[in-house]
């Protein structure tokens, strides 16, 4: 400020002028500074938020062979960034003494479940009184294209003599329990409800053995 | 050198406002099931909010829950301890039921329908100060076989679920959703009193 001062004191000279110019200028590239940080700060923070809490939960599943059991999604106990996902989407998790949802989105060889590509589900479920097996796709359903049938319950289902069970989900029609794909073409999401389970207060004593088994039997080029 | 600091000051502001936003999406929204259910705070019977579809008949508008299991149908009962204690009465049938009360946070009490006593399902959520005061007036001879949970919140919901396990015992479950009955305990009530009232809608 001093300066600026004595520089314009002599008066006229084209110093004085100059001086002044790049005084402004460093001032206003401060508060340009200032205001870039706030804009990248909130900007960044309110995207990076959005984008975590938009969809499926971020974290806090255990992971159980192709399964993923998210025993604590409607427990007071849940991490924040499950709490704001429910939160934002409305959902009405189960809670610890009335079920459990384990979800898959991969096969037993780590490949993402496909809308084109037949599965087979087969093996048995953790100890529950009643069991749903849903499939969806990510978005909204194809209008054009009705759910034939969406899901299937325990007490739905075919079994063999010795309670074993084997679920395609697949595009074309196969005999025996058969669940059509949602969609045509994407990836698509597999979820077991046990309702009245045991497990969902041990959930990370779940082994593989445990939790049907997810196997590609092929794919519609 | 400056574009750098402002850089850096930005980016740990990113993480404050991250952080900040995270925690407050719960307590700000209004898509939430607390919020939603409140609409039905003034029912005595819980609000569905997933009617399993019979035949070709599509889910009813207010089916607000994201991805609903289409074997189960689900009713709410919002409730504000405010008004007094809430009571959710449900009989057992052949269907599976299950209910759990929600709070901001999360469900605090869940019990299925094999811990009914004699077919009947008595659940009473209040807060701690009305617990002592039922407590209180509680009659020696003749203990209350309610069920009572003492709830960490004022508001929330209970949620009522009933699993059909056949396409054929879909209205019986929407049935059985409409069957249970939240009603409010007077505060002044004798504990008998209690009891009695809302068993009759039921009837």
């Known amino acids: 400020m001093a300066p600026a001062a004595e520089a314009a004191r002599p008066g006229g000279g084209a110093a004085a002028p100059a001086g002044l110019l790049r005084r402004a200028w460093a001032k206003a590239s401060t508060v340009g500074l200032a205001l870039y940080a706030v804009a990248l700060g909130a900007g960044l923070g309110l995207a990076s938020a959005d984008w975590a809490t938009r969809g499926g939960y971020p974290f806090g599943g255990v992971a159980v062979g192709p399964w993923t059991a998210w025993p604590r999604a409607g427990s007071p106990s849940a991490d924040p960034y499950t709490r704001a996902v429910n939160a934002r989407r409305g959902e009405v998790p189960l809670a610890v003494g009335e079920g459990l949802l384990l979800t898959a989105s991969t096969d037993d060889s780590g490949r993402t479940l496909d809308a084109t590509c037949t599965y087979r589900l087969s093996g048995v479920t953790p100890p529950a009184r009643a069991w749903t097996l849903t499939v969806a796709g990510r978005g909204t359903p194809d209008p054009g294209r009705p759910p034939m049938r969406e899901g299937f319950t325990s007490t739905e289902i075919l079994r063999e003599a010795d309670g074993r069970f084997s679920i395609t989900v697949g595009p074309e029609v196969e005999p025996g329990n058969w669940l059509p794909s949602p969609r045509a073409t994407g990836p698509i999401r597999l979820a077991i409800r046990l309702y009245d389970t045991p497990v969902a ?21 | 050198m400056r574009v750098a600091y402002a850089t850096a000051c930005g980016l740990a502001l990113a993480g404050l406002v991250h952080v900040a936003t995270v925690l407050a999406i719960p307590a700000l929204s209004e898509a939430d099931a607390v919020s939603r259910a409140r609409s039905s705070e003034s029912l005595d019977h819980p609000q569905q909010v997933y009617t399993l579809a019979t035949g070709d008949n599509p889910a009813p508008a207010e089916a607000w829950l994201p991805i609903p299991d289409p074997a189960v149908a689900v009713g709410v009962c919002a409730f504000d301890l405010e008004d007094g204690p809430m009571r959710v009465s449900a009989r057992t049938g052949p269907l599976m039921l299950t209910l759990a009360a929600h709070g901001r946070r999360g469900a605090f009490y869940a019990v299925t329908d094999q811990a009914a006593v004699r077919g009947a399902l008595d659940l009473v959520i209040l807060t701690r100060a009305q617990y002592d005061e039922a407590l209180a007036n509680d009659d020696e001879n003749e203990p209350s076989r309610d069920v009572r949970i003492v709830a960490p919140e004022g508001r929330g919901f209970v949620v009522v679920r009933v699993v059909a396990g056949l396409p054929s015992q879909r209205p ?15 505060p002044g009530d004798e504990p008998a009193g209690g009891a009695k009232e809302p068993a009759k809608p039921n009837g």
């Open chain 1, 201 to 221: 207060a041990s959930a990370g004593s779940l082994d593989r053995e445990a939790v049907p088994a997810l196997t590609r039997l092929g794919c519609r080029s």
């Open chain 2, 172 to 186: 019986a479950a929407n049935a059985a959703i409409q069957a249970v009955s939240c009603t409010i305990d007077s």
